[in-house]
């Protein structure tokens, strides 16, 4: 059984939620599969009414992890919904503070970066913003934190594959159009390199 076909017999079984699990990756992967996401206009009515129970007047779904608009984003896109008008809410705009993506860690700016350029989303103008966050500042922000092996992690000084893996693909889009990008993941891939098993896992 392929990963697509497992993935379809789950959502079709179980139903799809806004969560990490069976949730959000669950539409991603089935969308990048290509196949019709089972019951998706179901899950969509699931993300409104999660919008409606949990976002704040800051248009943000939880008070510490930036990751959560991040990766609704990512799947309402995928599947091809309006992020910027989910029951009235732009969830772009919970993304617009770097203080309060910073507060999730490294994890924070890497999957904002990540979710506004899966669509090429225009970032907006918060007035509110303690610090407005920005393409160019996001970017900054996690070339400042990669260690000297290359890699980076959600705490210590050692790379962790996860999350130097998660940071290349933030990064990726601009390997061609910024030198100190370039230095970077070129040096985070070495790393990951080092850090592979014979068997190819890590």
Known sequence: ??????????????????????????????????????????YYQEVVKFVKE????KEQLHRAKSTDNSRVILALTSAGYDVTDVDGHNLLM????????????????????????CHGYEIPVNADATEQATREKIIAYILEKQFEDGGWALSGKVA???MTGMAIQSLAPYYETNAEVK????????????KQYDNGGF
Request: proline share 4%.
């Open 54 to 57: 949990n976002i704040n007047d």
């Open 160 to 162: 962790d594959p996860d």
């Open 183 to 194: 230095a970077a993941i070129d040096k985070a891939i070495i790393c990951l390199s080092e």
């Open 1 to 42: 059984m392929s990963t697509g076909d497992y993935l379809e017999k789950m959502a079709k079984e179980y139903g799809l939620t806004v969560n990490s699990t069976g949730g959000e990756w669950m539409v991603i992967g089935l969308e990048r599969a290509g196949r019709d996401t089972p019951n998706v206009d179901a």
């Open 94 to 117: 919970g993304l617009t503070d770097m203080t309060y993506l910073k507060k999730q860690g490294i994890n924070g700016p890497i999957w904002a970066l990540i979710a506004f350029d």
